[in-house]
Structure formats: C-alpha cells, structure tokens
C-alpha cells in the first residue's frame, strides 16, 4: 500500500519560498500526482498537477507561483512555492490525481505570515 510522506513546510514571512516534498514510493511513476492543500473548515484543494508525460496543470491562485515537479528515479514529488501569500497558510498534501486517492499522508504545514 502507497505511503505518502510528506515535507518540508514551515513558517515564513510573505514573499518567501518554501520547497515541499513528497515521497511517494513508486506510485508516482505511474499516476497523475498532485498537490494539494486544505484550511481548517474547508476542503482539501487541488492546486497542482503532473502527468505521467511531464505535463502540469496549476490552480489560478498559484499559477505563475508554484511549481511542481517529480523525479521518478528517486520516487519523488515537489513543490517549489515562490512569492508565497498570507492566504497560501494551509496544510500541504500530495497525492495521486484520481477519484479514489490513496490514504492520506500526514501533511505539511505551511504558514506566511503577512
């Protein structure tokens, strides 16, 4: 059964980077992963995506911002977040892009503050 572990999350100011990774054993070779993320009370959003094919898709908020990319030789998943935004603070969750997702990892939190 996949794992999911996620990292890398942690306070920093606006305007900040963060880089968020995600091990995810060989899952990530051959499904669509993505990003996502979720706020205490909302659902959890997607924000970004990747194919098996290299091809990515971004949420409005963080497109031009986020990045995502994998390296299927090591079975991971990244996020590199730049100019971050106060409303960016949300716990961080990769997983594979489908109706029936893996369990959930533990997440990673990311906090801006302003």
């Known amino acids: 059964q996949a794992q999911l572990v996620e990292s890398g999350g942690g306070l920093v100011q606006a305007g900040w980077s963060l880089r968020l990774s995600c091990a995810a054993g060989?899952?990530?070779?051959?499904?669509?992963m993505g990003w996502y993320r979720q706020v205490p009370g909302n659902q959890r959003e997607l924000v970004a995506s990747?194919?098996?094919?290299?091809?990515?898709n971004y949420a409005d908020s963080v497109k031009g911002r986020f990045t995502i990319s994998r390296d299927t030789a090591v079975n991971m998943v990244y996020l590199q977040m730049n100019s971050l935004k106060v409303e960016d603070t949300a716990v961080y969750y990769c997983?594979?892009?489908?109706?029936?997702?893996?369990?959930w990892g533990q997440g990673t939190q990311v906090t801006v503050s302003s």
């Open positions: 060989t899952i990530s070779r051959f499904n669509t």
């Open positions: 990747i194919t098996r094919g290299g091809t990515t």
């Open positions: 997983n594979r892009v489908t109706t029936v997702p893996f369990p």
